[in-house]
């Protein structure tokens, strides 16, 4: 088993445990509902990791393409579940919470904003770390 394989299964892992994380905070949704949720979000989450990899590989200068090519598809492996766990297990969270109305429209609205902010900080620091970590392994 090559590393990358390693890396691959580990994502898989982190994957499966993202779904079902998501799937557990969205208990307030019939089960084909919580699937759509995971997969559209899962989609969306997929192509801002790939936004994010993009702008830290523009006009960056390697030996190997190859390598480039392997390095930002473990990188999307890894981020696009974390991403996903973070943003979709709590966003479902409020969701729910308003749906059965645990909590008002306006306290989820707040509840929605402070996770998007946190999640903004987040991308930051994912930003420079996919760009630090590609430079240092390729450039």
């Known amino acids: 088993m090559t590393i990358l394989t390693g890396i691959k299964i580990i994502a898989l892992l982190i994957f499966a445990i993202s779904c079902v994380t998501i799937y557990h905070n969205t208990n307030s949704y019939e089960p084909s509902k919580r699937i759509i949720y995971i997969i559209i979000g899962t989609i969306i989450m997929y192509l801002l990791t ?4 993009s702008i830290n590989t523009k006009g960056l200068e390697v030996k190997n393409e190859a390598a480039l090519n392997d390095t930002v598809s473990v990188i999307k492996y890894i981020f696009t579940p974390i991403n996903s766990m973070i943003v979709l297990s709590f966003l479902g969270n409020i969701f729910g ?19 998007l902010i946190a ?19 390729l450039g």
């Open 97 to 115: 919470k308003l749906k059965e109305q645990v909590i008002d429209g306006t306290k989820a609205g707040k509840s929605i904003i402070i996770l």
């Open 50 to 53: 790939s936004i994010l990899c």
């Open 119 to 137: 999640f903004f900080v987040i991308i930051i620091f994912e930003t420079s770390y996919i760009g630090s970590f590609i430079n240092g392994l």
